[in-house]
């Protein structure tokens, strides 16, 4: 895994073995930053990490500037690799151990981008709460730019979900954009 921009461009990380965890390949972050470049000052960013696992997209977030970060995991073990590469590189990702679906119905702060990279066999019900919580429980700041991100599998189509938007392939990935408001 590498962070392929920022401060700590080309900078290779390599995690445990033993994590459960496939993390989101650099093809396909590196489209999806050159999207996001295109709409967002990064700086400016309070991003919410769900399925954080190796802390790949948390750690390309900090690297080209934003200081809001948050990322969760339910594995002990991901949120202690976090932690570690987060001082090592002098990040300020706040982490937390936790069941997604749990810290979404309880959680307050608003974020501009929520990136959710679940496993790629998640039941499809499971998927589908992602979106119901994030906007049942108004998770986005009030802006026309907030996203929810969804990485799933190309077997995997979301676009049936209540404020889609559009969608992105890259290889076997698939990024699913949900926004406010969207009508099917």
């Keep these: ?41 990064l700086e400016d960013v309070i991003l919410l990490d769900l399925f954080a696992g190796t802390g790949n997209i948390s750690f390309e977030f900090a690297s080209r500037g934003t200081t809001q970060l948050t990322a969760v995991d339910a594995n002990h073990g991901c949120v202690k690799y976090i932690d570690k590469i987060s001082e090592e590189l002098d990040f300020n990702i706040n982490t937390i151990k936790s069941d997604v679906f749990s810290f979404l119905k309880n959680v307050k702060q608003k974020s501009t981008i929520i990136f959710a990279d679940p496993p790629y066999d998640l039941p499809f019900e499971d998927f589908a709460k992602l979106p119901e919580l994030v906007f049942t429980n108004e998770l986005l700041v009030d802006d026309d730019d907030s996203l929810l991100i969804i990485e799933h599998s190309k077997h995997t189509d979301l676009s049936s979900l209540d404020n889609f938007n559009n969608e992105r392939r890259y290889g076997g990935s698939v990024f699913s954009f949900f926004k406010k408001g969207t009508d099917q």
């Design 1 to 41: 895994m590498r962070i392929i921009s920022g401060k700590h461009k080309g900078r290779y990380l390599q995690a445990p073995k033993k994590l459960p965890v496939r993390p989101t390949t650099d093809m396909a972050k590196e489209a999806l930053f050159n999207i996001l470049n295109n709409t967002y000052y």
